[in-house]
């Protein structure tokens, strides 16, 4: 009789042991496909992360490129060889296109990005009002060349701590922090030495607390 119990309870305790192993691996390889999920998650993140970044670099380049062009349409104005030229230069716009992944990235990451966006545009607004009041055509493309170099200079700031986060650092160097930080101090020692003349509000809270 004893070895029929012991073999009922070897019985028992290999299917105990069976049901033990067949249970932890599938655990196991649950944790596994969790772990490659949280991995391509993060991947995927990564990407709307990089989107960012790119769009904020390429606004920073099309502003260097439209300063230059500002700086020869002055010439043009100022020479009379075209007085028309600065009127038809046109804004930079800075439209980001977001998808539901930004629901993904961190608060202060997305309200850093938007509120750039909108000051960027409430600047636009300033110009266009001391423009339409008392500026020459001269005095508002000066404000723009201001508004690209503070707000151009602020994305690549942006942008950097974008590619810190998830490093990757840029492939290729534009340029265009050599030129907003050379235009940024020519225009402290202008507004230094002419402190009653027309400066971008933002420009004359950073020459302030500087």
Known sequence: MEWW????????SSAVVSTFITTWWAARVRRQDLQREDVK???????????????????CYRCMIRKSEISE??????????????GRLRGVPLLLETDAKWLDLPVS????????VARYAAAGEWIAGVFQDYADAMDASDLDSQRFTYYGREASRIAKNIR???????????GYDDVFNSDLERSRKRHEEYPSST???????TFASA
């Not at 119990?5 to 028992?12: F, N």
């Not at 002055?74 to 060889?81: R, V």
């Open 73 to 86: 349409a002055q010439h043009m104005y100022i020479t009379g060889e075209d007085r028309d030229a600065l």
């Open 5 to 12: 119990l012991a073999l009922i309870t070897g019985v028992l």
């Open 164 to 174: 810190h986060t998830i490093g990757q650092a840029r492939s290729m160097h534009e």
């Open 109 to 116: 990451v997305v309200d850093e990005v938007n509120t750039l």
């Open 41 to 59: 998650d993060a991947e995927r993140l990564k990407h709307v992360y990089l989107a960012i970044a790119t769009q904020l670099e390429t606004f």
């Open 199 to 205: 400066i971008l509000p933002e420009l004359r809270r």
